[in-house]
């Protein structure tokens, strides 16, 4: 199993602003993803991040509004930049050790004003 | 495309009653179903995956690729089921990414 956890767990925000939310795992993994879950919807892979390359983002998301760092295979973080309202969502990261099982954080989850 | 459809946001049972959450997916390979969990101030976590036929807290789910369906069964409902469930998809050889329905809500009443 692995074990993760988010920084921060909430926060509001004015828009026009950046938020970097940290994740964090306690054994070394290979893949690392980011979901997005917005209010009433389900989860959303937003990019998979693997340490040592650049981050491979899924449709309508891009490395502008999401920069995403992968620096070593514990840590990552994700940016969500320039908000607005429609950026206030619960972000989860998720790591899959073995195949077949991923291990979600406890989310993050962002107001924006 | 990949998709996951749960058809029933809501779902409301007496406990020691079956339930039945139903999953039906699109996919034109061979897809990798599972189901995930979320109790109520809790993270969300693997439930169970079909590739496994396992039965976890006395669920099971049949993959029927006749009917594209991953339908998640109980045949004695508890009130600490009560929580949001997910279906999900990943596919054969992919990235392990996973694509998720929009979730079914159940609870368990007494």
């Known amino acids: 199993s692995a074990v993760i956890s988010q920084k921060p767990s909430r926060d509001i925000c004015q828009r026009g602003t950046s938020l970097t939310i940290q994740c964090q795992v306690d054994s070394q993994v290979t893949m690392m993803f980011w979901y997005r879950q917005q209010p009433g919807q389900s989860l959303t892979l937003i990019a998979t991040?693997?340490?040592?390359?650049?981050?491979?983002?899924e449709s309508g998301f891009v490395i502008d509004k999401f920069p995403i760092s992968r620096p070593n295979l514990t840590f990552s973080t994700l940016t969500v930049s320039n908000m607005s309202p429609e950026d206030s969502s619960i972000y989860l990261c998720s790591v899959a050790p073995h195949r077949n099982e991923q291990f979600f954080g406890p989310g993050t989850r962002l107001t924006v004003l | 495309a990949q998709r996951v459809t749960q058809p029933e946001k809501l779902l409301s049972v007496f406990k020691g009653a079956p339930v039945e959450l139903k999953c039906n997916y699109s996919y034109s390979g061979s897809p990798e179903l599972f189901w995930y969990v979320q109790y109520s101030r809790q993270r969300l976590q693997l439930l169970l995956r079909h590739i496994s036929r396992e039965s976890i807290k006395g669920f099971t789910a049949d993959l029927n690729k006749g009917e594209t369906s991953f339908h998640l069964k109980k045949p004695f409902a508890q009130e600490e089921d009560s929580a949001m469930y997910y279906c999900a998809l990943t596919f054969q050889g992919g990235s392990e990414k996973l694509v998720f329905g929009k979730g079914t809500k159940l609870t368990v009443n007494p």
């Open positions: 991040a693997n340490q040592g390359s650049e981050a491979t983002y």
